[in-house]
């Protein structure tokens, strides 16, 4: 049920918003369990299949290249994440929404990695 949710989501978000140009996510390539490694995949075969149906560009940034861009440390932790955030007018929620923060101001700051 978990991927059909998220396809759900992913719907009802270009649904409200309209057209979805392109999807930057964080590419977690070391996983702490079994378990995680599943879900991932299965959510990358979700979101990789939504969008190559619509024609939907889309790209996995690495956790150390979002963190570099954020913090100037490829390894920050949690917190430099929550202040680099903070420091840039944001008030996230938690590290997942400043992790999230970070990754759409790399695409835009870097057109998506092309400098």
């Avoid at 075969?45 to 956790?63: C, D, F, I, K, N």
């Avoid at 920050?76 to 590290?95: E, L, Q, T, V, Y």
């Avoid at 970070?102 to 092309?114: N, V």
């Amino acid at each position: 049920m978990r991927y059909l949710r998220f396809t759900n989501w992913l719907g009802e978000l270009e649904r409200l918003s309209g057209p979805i140009a392109a999807i930057w996510f964080e590419e977690v390539r070391r996983h702490a369990g079994t378990d995680a490694a599943h879900v991932y995949g299965g959510l990358m075969a979700t979101l990789s299949s939504w969008a190559e149906m619509r024609g939907v560009p889309y790209e996995g940034v690495p956790v150390g290249t979002i963190k570099r861009h954020a913090t100037g440390k490829g390894n920050a932790n949690k917190d430099a994440m929550i202040a680099a955030a903070r420091a840039r007018g944001f008030s996230p929620a938690d590290d997942n929404e400043a992790d999230a923060i970070a990754i759409l101001l790399w695409a835009m700051e870097t057109h998506g990695g092309a400098q």
